[in-house]
């Protein structure tokens, strides 16, 4: 079946530490997108990417870094800088073309620190 | 800016009841609106799009959404809720800024339907 795959289901940081979020799919979709869920605030955008090598920040990109090396892949790293990591990251994917074509997500990776 | 509100953080609905999750939106120009229904630990789940024509959006699972360009709202409805619709539900308009499909999302409304 055609989908988007994010691992780990779960991750622990440690202090100072950086950790990645994998994010793969197989539905032949040019944009990419990563967003960042915490209880009562809704999803706010990370990073976005509409095609390989190439990549734009979202509204609360500071702390985080992307990559777009592959159309099926786009990794989140969550840096130290990000003082607050804790959150639910959601990894989302679509077509470009046409604004009537909905998101298709992943189903998540629970991030924690230690 | 586009934005959504979603002005109801909970809905308590008895099952076989009809149901509504508000949602009213901002946009300039046309707009692409969204549901997306998430259940715990796990992603959203797309449920239904209005883009143009008729104002009542039929979806999957039973869901259809009521836009009304006037009031600026795009209300999910079902005629009868069941238990197994207890979930989150996200409203989410297009953001045209920056090219691309972007989408901004409402904060969410817990649903809780109870036998």
């Known amino acids: 079946d055609g989908g988007i795959t994010q691992s780990p289901k779960y991750l622990f940081r440690k202090e100072g530490q950086n950790v990645t979020l994998s994010c793969e799919q197989n539905l032949n979709h040019d944009a990419m997108y990563w967003y960042r869920q915490d209880p009562g605030q809704g999803l706010r955008l990370i990073y976005y990417?509409?095609?390989?090598?190439?990549?734009q920040k979202g509204d609360i990109a500071e702390g985080y870094s992307v990559s777009r090396e592959k159309k099926e892949s786009f990794p989140l790293t969550v840096t130290s800088a990000q003082k607050n990591p804790t959150a639910f990251y959601l990894c989302?994917?679509?077509?470009?073309?046409?604004?009537?074509?909905?998101?298709?997500f992943g189903d998540g990776t629970r991030l924690s620190i230690l | 800016a586009q934005s959504v509100a979603q002005p109801e953080d909970q809905v308590n609905v008895a099952e076989g009841n009809p149901l509504t999750v508000k949602c009213t939106y901002s946009v300039s120009g046309n707009p692409y609106l969204f549901w997306y229904v998430q259940y715990p630990n796990r992603g959203l789940q797309f449920l239904l799009k209005y883009i143009t024509g008729d104002n009542l959006v039929k979806g999957s699972y039973g869901f259809e959404a009521e836009f009304n360009k006037s009031q600026t709202s795009f209300h999910l409805k079902k005629p009868s809720a069941l238990v197994s619709d207890s979930a989150l539900y996200f409203c989410?308009?297009?953001?045209?800024?920056?090219?691309?499909?972007?989408?901004?999302f409402g904060t969410g409304t817990q649903l809780k339907v109870e036998l």
């Open positions: 990417s509409q095609i390989v090598n190439d990549f």
């Open positions: 989410a308009v297009r953001d045209l800024t920056g090219g691309g499909n972007k989408l901004t």
């Open positions: 989302a994917s679509s077509v470009v073309q046409g604004s009537n074509q909905p998101q298709h």
